[in-house]
C-alpha cells in the first residue's frame, strides 16, 4: 500500500467503526429496549409478524436472538463485501436502527399521552 492510499484509507475506517458504533446502539440497544419497554405497555403489540410469534413463544430471549442474529449476519456481509461498497452495510444498519427506535419511542409517546 503506498503512503497516499493509507491516508485515504483511515477516513474510511473512522467512518465505518462510527456506523457500525450507530447501528449496534440504535438497532440492537435503542430497537431492543424500546420493544421491551412497549411490549410491557398497553396498547403497544409487534407488528412484525416472525418477531411476534417468537416473542410470544420465548420472550425477551428471542429478542435478544433475533437481535443477534440480525447483528451477526450484517458483520458476515461486511466481511464479504468488498471496500468501498462494504461501507453500506454499516450505514444500512445505522439508518434502519435510527428509524426503527424513532418510530419506536413515538409509538411509546403516542400511548402514554393518552
Known sequence: ??????????????RQAALWATGVLFFGVGDLL??????????VTERNAV??????????????GLKLLALGGCFALWRVVRRPHRLGVPLGLALLGVA???????????????
Do not use: K
Not at 1 to 14: F, N
Not at 105 to 112: E, H, P, Q, T
Open 34 to 43: 424500546t420493544t421491551a419497554v412497549g411490549l410491557q405497555t398497553d396498547g
Open 51 to 64: 418477531p411476534a410469534l417468537l416473542i410470544e413463544q420465548y420472550g425477551f430471549v428471542a429478542m435478544l
Open 100 to 114: 426503527v427506535t424513532l418510530w419506536n419511542l413515538g409509538v411509546l409517546l403516542a400511548v402514554l399521552s393518552r
Open 1 to 14: 500500500m503506498h503512503e497516499r492510499e493509507a491516508s485515504s484509507v483511515a477516513p474510511l475506517v473512522d
